[in-house]
C-alpha cells in the first residue's frame, strides 16, 4: 500500500489562494489593487511633502515629522504585498469579492490571528516611517 502526503509550502512562499485565511491573507485581488493604488498616492504625497519642508529650508526637527505619512504608506505597501488588510483585521472582516462586500471572520482564533497580524504590519509600518523620518533629518 503506498502513502501519498502533501507538504503544504510556507504561507510567504505560497502561491496567492483565493481564501480568506486568518493571520495570512485577508483580501481578494481587487482589493489588494486598491492597497496598491493608496500606496502609490501616499509615497507620492510623501515625497511632495518632504520636498516642500526641504524648500521651505524646514529645520532638521520638523523634517522629521515625514515619518508619519511614510509610515502610512509602508503600512499601504504592506498590506498591498501581504494581501491584508490592516483595518479588516482590526474589526474582524475580510473580502474577496467586489471592494465593499465585506463578510464577517468566525472564530476567537481567527480574529486573533488577525490581530496579531495587523499589530505585525503597523509595527514594521511605523519601523519603516521613523527609519525615513531619520533619513530626513540627516540629508537636507
Known amino acids: ?27 481578494g485581488p481587487e482589493e489588494v489593487a486598491r492597497r ?29 515629522v515625514i515619518a508619519v505619512p511614510a509610515a502610512g504608506a509602508a503600512v499601504s505597501w504592506l498590506q498591498a504585498r501581504e494581501r491584508f488588510c490592516v483595518a ?4 474582524g472582516t475580510f473580502n474577496f469579492g467586489p471592494v465593499g462586500e465585506l463578510e464577517r471572520v468566525e472564530g476567537v482564533a481567527a480574529r486573533r490571528a ?12 511605523v ?3 521613523v527609519a525615513i523620518g531619520l533619513a530626513a533629518v540627516v540629508v537636507p
Do not use: H
Open 1 to 27: 500500500m503506498t502513502t501519498v502526503s502533501t507538504v503544504q509550502p510556507p504561507p510567504e512562499a505560497a502561491e496567492p489562494v483565493a481564501g480568506y485565511r486568518p493571520g495570512v491573507c485577508n483580501i
Open 36 to 64: 496598491r493604488r493608496g500606496a502609490w498616492v501616499a509615497a507620492l504625497a510623501t515625497a511632495v511633502f518632504y520636498l516642500g519642508l526641504v524648500a521651505i529650508g524646514a529645520p532638521d526637527a520638523v523634517r522629521f
Open 88 to 91: 479588516f483585521g482590526s474589526t
Open 114 to 125: 488577525d490581530r496579531r497580524k495587523v499589530a505585525s504590519m503597523v509595527g514594521r509600518g
Open 127 to 129: 519601523l519603516i516611517g
